[in-house]
């Protein structure tokens, strides 16, 4: 269904302003289609909105949506579980796929498109050339991640490259990926906006992510522990507590007691992600632990509004 030529399930002409809540989404599974939705938007004079996801859509991903659809005329929600970020021995095999499941939800909210190419479409001759994403992979989870950054930033280029998006929408919550996004796009001089969405958590504050599907009653509670060290961060802040090994010890010893095993906790500089010796507002508090034996991250603003 929806390739090259055939019309969308409800017509799109004319509909801009009054599109119906809950049109049901076309699906593109090729390069070539995706080329022609995104070259008939542009003899219609409407702006592109690209929201890239790995599936298995949670309302951190619809708030991406609801962003991209404020944002742009048409939006194009892409779902495509990238080999090349993973690592050996991670969960590439297991990461949870439902596409008619997706699908359905994608179109209760609203998105135009969803383009979810396999892994030749994407990969039609072995990768050669890659997006090199420098020293500020080095850090944080690209760290106990050799290659993931690597393989993100080139997948999200190759994104850029079909779609030709005017904004393209990531979220807050993979904080190191948001950054080096930016970073490539404004370096690269890439023809795209880049907006970053706060990160959506459930009421006891977990952060969502698709990888909490592996977690057990008895790990969901103990992963809203990388939340609960963020928010003791945030407040000791607060209070007045600048010494960011102080800082980092409560955070460990609050997440350990919970029996998570901490990859690694970090207060960093928001833009370059070093280490910082003293806390500043605008410092970046960033965690990631195995829960059971699912990999869990998060991250929060030291200072400012953000609600923790
Ligand atoms: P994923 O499908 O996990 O690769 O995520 C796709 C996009 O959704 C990325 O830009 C993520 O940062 C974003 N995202 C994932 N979880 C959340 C969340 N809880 N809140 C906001 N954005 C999220």
């Given at each position: 269904m929806g390739e090259p030529g055939e019309p969308a399930p409800h017509g799109r002409e004319g509909r801009r302003?009054?599109?119906?809540?809950?049109?049901?989404?076309?699906?593109?599974?090729?390069?070539?289609?995706?080329r022609e939705v995104r070259e008939a938007a542009r003899e219609r004079r409407e702006t592109v909105a690209l929201v890239p996801t790995m599936g298995y859509l949670h309302e951190g991903h619809f708030s991406l949506i609801d962003r991209a659809r404020e944002g742009a005329d048409l939006v194009i929600l892409s779902i495509f579980v990238n080999p090349t970020q993973f690592g050996p021995g991670e969960d590439y095999e297991r990461y949870p796929r439902d596409l008619d499941r997706d699908l359905?939800?994608?179109?209760?909210?609203?998105?135009?498109?969803?383009?979810?190419?396999?892994?030749?479409?994407?990969?039609?001759?072995?990768?050669?050339?890659?997006?090199?994403?420098?020293?500020?992979?080095?850090?944080?989870?690209?760290?106990?991640?050799?290659?993931?950054?690597?393989?993100?930033?080139?997948?999200?280029?190759?994104?850029?490259?079909?779609?030709?998006?005017?904004?393209?929408?990531?979220?807050?919550?993979?904080?190191?990926?948001?950054?080096?996004?930016?970073?490539?796009?404004?370096?690269?001089?890439?023809?795209?906006?880049?907006?970053?969405?706060?990160?959506?958590?459930?009421?006891?504050?977990?952060?969502?992510?698709?990888?909490?599907?592996?977690?057990?009653e008895a790990e969901r509670a103990a992963a809203t522990s990388l939340f609960r060290a963020l928010r003791a961060v945030r407040r000791a802040f607060a209070a007045g507590e600048a010494e960011v090994g102080a800082l980092l010890s409560r955070a460990r010893r609050l997440m350990e007691e919970e029996g998570a095993e901490v990859e690694y906790v970090a207060i960093v500089d928001p833009d370059e992600l070093t280490d910082l010796g003293r806390a500043t507002e605008d410092a970046v508090c960033a965690v990631a632990a195995r829960v059971g034996g699912t990999r869990l991250i998060d991250n929060a603003t030291l200072g400012g509004p953000e609600e923790l």
């Open positions: 302003g009054d599109r119906p809540a809950a049109a049901a989404a076309r699906l593109v599974r090729t390069v070539a289609g995706i359905a939800l994608a179109s209760g909210r609203g998105v135009d498109v969803v383009f979810a190419p396999d892994e030749e479409e994407m990969y039609p001759v072995p990768q050669t050339i890659w997006v090199d994403p420098g020293e500020l992979a080095d850090r944080l989870c690209g760290l106990g991640r050799p290659g993931h950054f690597r393989g993100v930033l080139t997948v999200v280029m190759k994104l850029f490259q079909t779609v030709e998006p005017d904004v393209a929408v990531f979220g807050r919550k993979d904080f190191q990926q948001s950054v080096l996004v930016r970073r490539m796009v404004e370096e690269l001089r890439m023809p795209v906006r880049v907006e970053v969405a706060p990160t959506v958590r459930t009421d006891d504050g977990l952060a969502l992510s698709s990888r909490n599907a592996y977690l057990d």
